[in-house]
């Protein structure tokens, strides 16, 4: 029998061998073949086995993975999903910068079994990366101590009667080179061979298994040579009968590899700084309200439904909403916009973002690991590893790349003896070094990660929050964007637009008064509307009396001994109020756009109206434009009708939009649009965009909306406004160009060094490369690539 069933919770190779094992020891199983890409196993089984047998194999397992039927929700128990996403997300668990074994973690901080890099902190742990940086800068200066004088020693030899060989002969000399290279090669640049010796039995060839070979052949060579010298021929020899040693290149070379890993080290903590300077905003205490009584309590004790108070200049400990008072809040750090916002009872405050110089109290609604800054956190940490396709290149010719190197180091050393000048060997042997230290690949494994890191935590200041690298390859590459209306074009939320007078003896502030007092005893969104725009007007509301709603027309009361009735066409009716045939048209002219209308009769009177819609984010027009003036087609869909999506898409020049859309319509629409070649990015913000969303090139999640919009999401923006779509756009620009240039410098220094190393101008110029040149331009591409992906910082997005 043969089943195939869905698998969740696999990221990488390793999870996917990791489940087949253990699929494959239920007892029963013949075989068990896991495809990582669809998140499917096909079992092969001699007799039919229940799927609950596989479910507690996987819970024995760890219950890190969980098996169901095709088409079903995983059944992974809350308490072990919380434990599972604890262990990956942990401090002390550790990934290759490389990702050879695509999101494999790993325990210990050692290094990569593939590539050989140094494992870095899944999170960006400062101490951590400190630590490594202290610890590799030690060796280096304690290289830089012992491998100098056998530097000075080896170059002596140039100066004519070297009055070194007046304290004694070359050949001792030779020996003191040996024992000041021993500290250099068994402690400060040990780890290299080591790495080197990895790759070669796992035959995962990378850049230490070329510096591992050159630095070996030349420190064994020169060994042997003081030991053996007999053994060698005369060319070998200097005039004196000792044999030439190199190890001033095995030593200057390692110690030239060392730096490279010290400035990298310390670069690889700037390209994170942006998760630290995202952590660093994270309060750690806050100020509880219980019975009245004030405490300072740790930030993990607080609970959901705890009322805190938050002074001024304070950060706002957890997300939650305003529940007395105001103030204004500089959010600055998570939206990247520098005004701060006006905020008051009943408004939603994030977790880091700091108060302005009124106290409130605020009821927590989501702590710990549900705030938006720890969910930007892990959004920035898992998008930094993430790999962009681009990368594919760089490892796929990483993977030719070393073993073409050493066939050429070994033609190099062959054409040399046999064709070369005298000494041949001696020049054989050098050029062969120097093909293998100067090819070393490692600026072209960088290329990638370095970029997309920096790319992303740029991204996060921003108020773009990138889920993997793949968005920002696809976003540079999108030729069209659907957007939704409600909540991404406009505000999404009812507004007021407009209050209008008819009655001469009523001004607007008078009329806005009446309405926001009488509207302040009914809990209706659009009541609620119109009470907060009388607020945010500085309107003083009375109390009112007599107030009762009367159904599918309006609401009346007494506000200041005045008769009111608030409502619709029927309400004025009801309240025996005339409306003529001018107030008509005119509130017909707003009926038309899909606008709310309510009439406002003062002792059977009609006084005025209030004009409620959807209002246009103030930012839609500009960033719409912006798009198009970059060749990017804007299409709006709308649930909404015919009328209404008509007056938004004149108002901000759209020329392509459609009306009545449900989701499936949403969907449909994506699905063409791609038949016909097109690369599309869809924003939206609720729960109807999701599948479309999902299905996109790149979807695009307002972070004002729901939570399973910014899950179907490759990109949430936080302040949650089409200007965040223009950042994110030119973020994915620069980021695209920077990993092309570095994956450029990259390759055309290997593909200009090598025949340099190799000796292919000494025919004409004479020139030839030493192994110790080589080494220092090998370290300083690294270094290259680094300090152009750190350019990224400071590019402007907006």
Same mark, same amino acid.
């Given at each position: 029998?043969?089943?195939?069933?869905?698998?969740?919770?696999?990221?990488?190779?390793?999870?996917?061998?990791?489940?087949?094992?253990?699929?494959?020891?239920?007892?029963?199983?013949?075989?068990?073949?896991?495809?990582?890409?669809?998140?499917?196993?096909?079992?092969?089984?001699?007799?039919?086995?229940?799927?609950?047998?596989?479910?507690?194999?996987?819970?024995?397992?760890?219950?890190?993975?969980?098996?169901?039927?095709?088409?079903?929700?995983?059944?992974?128990?809350?308490?072990?999903?919380?434990?599972?996403?604890?262990?990956?997300?942990?401090?002390?668990?550790?990934?290759?910068?490389?990702?050879?074994?695509?999101?494999?973690?790993?325990?210990?901080?050692?290094?990569?079994?593939?590539?050989?890099?140094?494992?870095?902190?899944?999170?960006?742990?400062?101490?951590?990366?400190?630590?490594?940086?202290?610890?590799?800068?030690?060796?280096?200066?304690?290289?830089?101590?012992?491998?100098?004088?056998?530097?000075?020693?080896?170059?002596?030899?140039?100066?004519?009667?070297?009055?070194?060989?007046?304290?004694?002969?070359?050949?001792?000399?030779?020996?003191?080179?040996?024992?000041?290279?021993?500290?250099?090669?068994?402690?400060?640049?040990?780890?290299?061979?080591?790495?080197?010796?990895?790759?070669?039995?796992?035959?995962?060839l990378n850049m230490f298994t070329l510096i591992g070979i050159g630095a070996s052949v030349a420190w064994l060579f020169s060994v042997f040579g003081i030991l053996f010298p007999d053994f060698f021929p005369v060319q070998f020899k200097t005039d004196s009968g000792a044999v030439h040693v190199y190890f001033e290149a095995a030593t200057v070379i390692l110690t030239l590899v060392l730096m490279g890993q010290v400035l990298e080290a310390r670069a690889h903590s700037k390209t994170n700084s942006a998760v630290k300077e995202l952590l660093k905003i994270a309060p750690n205490k806050a100020v509880r309200v219980v019975d009245g009584t004030e405490e300072e309590v740790a930030i993990d004790k607080i609970e959901k439904g705890d009322i805190l108070r938050v002074k001024p200049g304070e950060k706002i400990p957890v997300d939650g909403v305003i529940t007395e008072g105001q103030s204004t809040v500089d959010e600055s750090?998570?939206?990247?916009?520098?005004?701060?916002?006006?905020?008051?009872?009943?408004?939603?405050?994030?977790?880091?973002?700091?108060?302005?110089?009124?106290?409130?109290?605020?009821?927590?609604?989501?702590?710990?690991?549900?705030?938006?800054?720890?969910?930007?956190?892990?959004?920035?940490?898992?998008?930094?590893?993430?790999?962009?396709?681009?990368?594919?290149?760089?490892?796929?010719?990483?993977?030719?790349?070393?073993?073409?190197?050493?066939?050429?180091?070994?033609?190099?050393?062959?054409?040399?003896?046999?064709?070369?000048?005298?000494?041949?060997?001696?020049?054989?042997?050098?050029?062969?070094?120097?093909?293998?230290?100067?090819?070393?690949?490692?600026?072209?494994?960088?290329?990638?990660?370095?970029?997309?890191?920096?790319?992303?935590?740029?991204?996060?200041?921003?108020?773009?929050?990138?889920?993997?690298?793949?968005?920002?390859?696809?976003?540079?590459?999108?030729?069209?964007?659907?957007?939704?209306?409600?909540?991404?074009?406009?505000?999404?939320?009812?507004?007021?637009?407009?209050?209008?007078?008819?009655?001469?003896?009523?001004?607007?502030?008078?009329?806005?008064?009446?309405?926001?007092?009488?509207?302040?005893?009914?809990?209706?969104?659009?009541?609620?509307?119109?009470?907060?725009?009388?607020?945010?007007?500085?309107?003083?509301?009375?109390?009112?009396?007599?107030?009762?709603?009367?159904?599918?027309?309006?609401?009346?009361?007494?506000?200041?001994?005045?008769?009111?009735?608030?409502?619709?066409?029927?309400?004025?009716?009801?309240?025996?109020?005339?409306?003529?045939?001018?107030?008509?048209?005119?509130?017909?002219?707003?009926?038309?756009?899909?606008?709310?209308?309510?009439?406002?009769?003062?002792?059977?009177?009609?006084?005025?109206?209030?004009?409620?819609?959807?209002?246009?984010?103030?930012?839609?027009? =500009? *960033?719409?434009?912006?798009?198009? @003036? /970059?060749?990017?087609? !804007? +299409?709006? &869909?709308?649930?909404?009708?015919?009328?209404? %999506?008509?007056?938004?898409?004149?108002?901000?020049?759209?020329?392509?939009? =459609? *009306?009545?859309?449900?989701?499936? @319509? /949403?969907?449909?629409? !994506? +699905?063409? &649009?791609?038949?016909?070649?097109?690369?599309? %990015?869809?924003?939206?913000?609720?729960?109807?965009?999701?599948?479309?969303?999902?299905?996109?090139?790149?979807?695009?999640?307002?972070?004002?909306?729901?939570?399973?919009?910014?899950?179907?999401?490759?990109?949430?923006?936080?302040?949650?406004?089409?200007?965040?779509?223009?950042?994110?756009?030119?973020?994915?620009?620069?980021?695209?160009?920077?990993?092309?240039?570095?994956?450029?410098?990259?390759?055309?220094?290997?593909?200009?060094?090598?025949?340099?190393?190799?000796?292919?101008?000494?025919?004409?110029?004479?020139?030839?490369?030493?192994?110790?040149?080589?080494?220092?331009?090998?370290?300083?591409?690294?270094?290259?690539?680094?300090?152009?992906?750190?350019?990224?910082?400071?590019?402007?997005?907006?």
């Open positions: 029998m043969k089943h195939t069933y869905h698998v969740h919770g696999m990221t990488c190779k390793g999870c996917r061998n990791h489940v087949a094992q253990t699929l494959s020891k239920v007892q029963g199983v013949v075989n068990a073949s896991v495809d990582l890409e669809n998140a499917q196993a096909t079992i092969e089984m001699a007799s039919h086995i229940a799927i609950e047998t596989f479910q507690k194999a996987m819970e024995e397992d760890g219950g890190a993975y969980s098996i169901h039927k095709l088409g079903e929700q995983p059944k992974t128990p809350e308490v072990k999903k919380e434990k599972a996403k604890r262990k990956r997300t942990g401090t002390g668990t550790f990934y290759c910068p490389m990702h050879c074994e695509g999101d494999k973690t790993y325990d210990k901080p050692s290094d990569c079994p593939v590539c050989g890099m140094d494992l870095v902190p899944l999170q960006a742990d400062a101490s951590s990366e400190e630590n490594t940086y202290k610890k590799l800068l030690k060796k280096f200066w304690i290289a830089i101590g012992f491998t100098l004088p056998i530097f000075f020693i080896a170059m002596s030899e140039m100066i004519p009667n070297n009055p070194l060989y007046d304290v004694m002969e070359q050949k001792w000399w030779n020996w003191v080179q040996f024992a000041l290279s021993i500290p250099v090669v068994f402690y400060a640049t040990w780890m290299f061979f080591e790495r080197a010796y990895k790759s070669i039995k796992t035959w995962n750090m998570i939206s990247g916009e520098p005004i701060p916002v006006d905020k008051m009872q009943d408004d939603k405050v994030s977790s880091g973002t700091i108060n302005g110089n009124q106290s409130f109290l605020m009821k927590a609604e989501k702590v710990g690991s549900e705030t938006l800054l720890s969910q930007i956190i892990q959004m920035v940490n898992d998008a930094s590893r993430s790999r962009a396709p681009i990368q594919k290149l760089a490892d796929t010719v990483s993977g030719y790349f070393v073993p073409v190197v050493v066939i050429i180091s070994l033609i190099t050393f062959a054409v040399w003896a046999i064709w070369g000048p005298e000494p041949a060997y001696v020049f054989a042997l050098v050029n062969a070094i120097a093909v293998l230290i100067i090819a070393c690949p490692c600026a072209l494994g960088l290329a990638t990660p370095m970029s997309v890191m920096v790319g992303v935590g740029k991204g996060a200041q921003n108020g773009v929050l990138i889920k993997n690298a793949e968005a920002l390859e696809k976003l540079d590459k999108v030729d069209t964007l659907i957007v939704d209306k409600t909540g991404t074009i406009t505000e999404g939320k009812p507004t007021v637009e407009k209050i209008g007078v008819f009655a001469s003896n009523f001004s607007d502030s008078q009329i806005l008064h009446f309405i926001a007092s009488l509207n302040s005893a009914s809990e209706h969104p659009l009541a609620v509307a119109t009470v907060k725009y009388g607020k945010q007007q500085r309107i003083d509301i009375s109390k009112t009396e007599n107030f009762s709603a009367v159904t599918g027309k309006g609401v009346e009361g007494t506000v200041d001994g005045k008769k009111l009735d608030l409502g619709n066409a029927k309400m004025m009716e009801y309240a025996n109020a005339t409306i003529s045939a001018e107030m008509e048209a005119e509130a017909q002219s707003f009926q038309k756009q899909g606008k709310t209308v309510s009439y406002l009769a003062i002792n059977g009177e009609v006084a005025g109206y209030v004009v409620i819609g959807d209002k246009v984010k103030a930012t839609s027009a =500009k *960033a719409i434009k912006a798009l198009q @003036d /970059k060749g990017i087609a !804007v +299409i709006m &869909l709308t649930g909404d009708n015919h009328d209404t %999506a008509q007056a938004v898409a004149s108002e901000l020049n759209l020329a392509d939009f =459609k *009306a009545g859309m449900l989701p499936e @319509d /949403k969907l449909k629409e !994506v +699905i063409k &649009l791609q038949q016909q070649g097109k690369v599309v %990015a869809m924003a939206g913000d609720g729960i109807n965009d999701a599948p479309a969303l999902a299905k996109s090139d790149v979807g695009i999640a307002m972070g004002t909306g729901t939570d399973v919009a910014i899950e179907s999401a490759m990109i949430t923006l936080v302040k949650g406004d089409l200007n965040g779509i223009v950042k994110a756009k030119n973020l994915s620009h620069a980021v695209m160009r920077n990993i092309k240039q570095n994956l450029f410098f990259a390759l055309i220094y290997n593909a200009l060094g090598i025949p340099i190393a190799a000796g292919l101008l000494y025919p004409f110029f004479g020139i030839l490369l030493s192994p110790m040149i080589a080494a220092l331009a090998m370290s300083f591409s690294s270094v290259s690539v680094i300090t152009n992906a750190l350019r990224l910082k400071t590019k402007s997005i907006n």
